[in-house]
């Protein structure tokens, strides 16, 4: 069986749990065959902790939750030194960050330096403490989640650290059949219990899989469309002065290349072998939303990123 025959398994399996939010569902398979970290806003008990518990399950690697509170120290994060009067020496208590999947549920409620110190280890996959470094596992992947509701007592993560995040998804409440879907599901797994996981996926696997998204074939025009779009977040008054009046900042070269890796990922996904511009059309919204920063003209006119990359999108054609 192919590597993508088992990934389209898993996430067969997973849109069995995690009713109503394929999105979120595919976003969180593409982060982990890209390689990075997402983060997920939305109201609560839209099943954002459910998936990536869900995803847990299915791999072979140990998950661990932190739940961000105003209270929590880096060390609560990243670990501390302990002293050890026995020997007279300090040992390093490894923290919650050293699991392979990591959920930072609402990260937002934290202040400045624990966010640091969990970005820190999401950007450079090490914790320093003191004057040493801890390596962290190579088959690590963080998800944090924001609640967009509440604004009192929470600290917004800052756009240079939000950079940090390979994608940044919105998702919204599940519609009327998909409610109905998850109540008779809840009430089956409080009757019967959870199923047992039918795909489990060891770190190999992963890795494999990302090999096979790095050889996947784009071509010339689609990686050109790739990079005008990129480049239109920097420059859009030569496409569209409004565009221009709206955007204080674009996208950085990170961008580019996670928007490179998560349009390969979701082909592979699909069971292709080649990147389309659709692929790049449909990930860019989750890819550029949290790396486009707007004037504060657009936002007194209502304008949101979204709004900004449909734009971009509708003016920067795909060349032949």
């Known amino acids: 069986m192919s590597l993508q025959h088992t990934f389209g398994e898993l996430r067969s399996q997973l849109a069995k749990r995690i009713i109503g939010q394929e999105k979120l569902v595919d976003r969180l398979l593409i982060a982990l065959l890209a390689d990075g970290h997402l983060l997920v806003e939305g109201a609560p008990g839209l099943a954002k902790t459910t998936a990536i ?10 998950f661990h939750r932190i739940q961000f509170t105003p209270d ?6 990243t670990g501390s030194e302990i002293y050890r009067a026995e020997t007279g020496q300090f040992d390093f208590q ?11 549920d609402e990260i937002n409620r934290a202040p400045a330096k624990v966010q640091s110190a969990l970005l820190e280890a999401m950007g450079e996959r090490q914790v320093s403490v003191g004057m040493r470094t801890f390596p962290l596992d190579p088959l690590f992947m963080v998800m944090a989640t924001q609640n967009p509701i509440e604004q009192e007592g929470t600290y917004p993560l800052p756009e240079a650290q939000l950079d ?13 059949d998909a409610e109905k879907a998850i109540l008779h599901l809840a009430r089956n797994d409080y009757r019967q219990g959870q199923p047992a996981v039918e795909v489990r996926l060891s ?37 569209d002065p409004e565009l221009a009046r709206w955007t204080a900042f674009g996208a950085s070269p990170r961008g580019t290349i996670a928007l490179d890796r998560c349009a390969r990922a979701l082909a592979w996904l699909d069971g292709r072998d080649y990147v389309s511009p659709d692929d790049v059309r449909q990930i860019a919204f989750d890819v550029l939303r949290h790396r486009i920063l707007l004037t504060f003209e657009a936002e007194a006119e209502g304008m949101t990123a979204d709004m ?3 734009r971009l999108i509708d003016h920067v054609p795909v060349t032949a």
């Open 203 to 239: 770190a190999d696997q992963v890795f494999q899989a990302r090999r096979e998204i790095g050889d996947i074939y784009m071509a010339e025009p689609v990686e050109q469309y790739l990079l005008a779009l990129v480049l239109a977040t920097r420059n859009p008054q030569s496409l």
């Open 164 to 176: 940090r995040f390979l994608m940044h998804v919105v998702i919204d409440y599940p519609s009327a």
């Open 53 to 62: 518990k869900a995803l847990a399950e299915h791999l072979e690697g140990d």
């Open 94 to 104: 490894h923290g919650p960050i050293f699991h392979n999947l990591v959920l930072a």
């Open 308 to 310: 900004v990359i449909q």
């Open 72 to 77: 929590l120290l880096p060390s609560d994060v």
